[in-house]
């Protein structure tokens, strides 16, 4: 049958502490599962020491579990980033139900593949075989843009934005101005972040 693959590994992860890096991967796998159990058909499993893979019926939420692994990063300071594969694919054995090992498939090969090509280029994201990989990959390149642009001194702020949405609120949760908040929220584009991620979910939405 044909399901959404989703791979993802830890870009340079030869450059981290090994312990740290691990504890905190791990961590990030089980909020999703936990937040996406029912959209999950086998759970994000790390399949080797900085990869994971999981598999789902429905392209939205997969898209979903990439958005929330992306700002789980930023609000944890989780202090890496990940590359993604998303491919529609073929398993032709019995979905594991428990945990993504023991699967065999063309889009299981097909999406590691990927996972390993994906490498070679700047892009932390890709879809494949979808009838919108087109453009949800164009609009890829702009999450990306916007979600590298914040560097570390950024995180809380963002973190607070994405949380709280209005910049007085925002002033109000980090004891700061207002108006300094009024000026991060626009340098930091977070309107256009958002309305990225909605365009993308009205995407992926449509796709039944």
């Not at 626009?186 to 309305?195: D, N, W």
Request: proline fraction near 2%.
């Amino acid at each position: 049958m044909m399901y959404y693959i989703l791979m993802a590994d830890i870009v340079d992860s030869s450059d981290y502490s090994s312990g740290p890096l691990m504890d905190e991967f791990k961590q990030l796998v089980k909020i999703v599962n936990r937040e996406f159990d029912d959209s999950i058909e086998s759970p994000m499993t790390i399949t080797l020491g900085d990869e994971f893979q999981g598999i789902m019926g429905d392209m939205s939420a997969a898209v979903d579990i990439i958005f929330r692994l992306e700002e789980l990063i930023v609000e944890r300071a989780s202090g890496f980033k990940l590359r993604y594969v998303l491919l529609y694919g073929e398993i032709e054995t019995p979905i594991e139900k428990k945990h993504a090992h023991g699967m065999l498939g063309k889009g299981l090969t097909e999406a590691r593949n990927r996972l390993s090509e994906l490498k070679k280029t700047f892009n932390r994201f890709e879809t494949v075989s979808l009838t919108v990989s087109d453009r949800l990959n164009k609009l890829f390149v702009l999450f990306q843009h916007f979600v590298d642009s914040w560097h570390e001194k950024d995180r809380q702020v963002v973190a607070a934005f994405l949380k709280y949405g209005d910049y007085k609120m925002v002033a109000k949760k980090l004891k700061k101005d207002p108006s300094t908040m009024w000026r991060r929220e626009r340098s930091l584009a977070i309107a256009e972040y958002l309305v990225c991620k909605e365009l993308m979910k009205e995407l992926t939405d449509a796709v039944h």
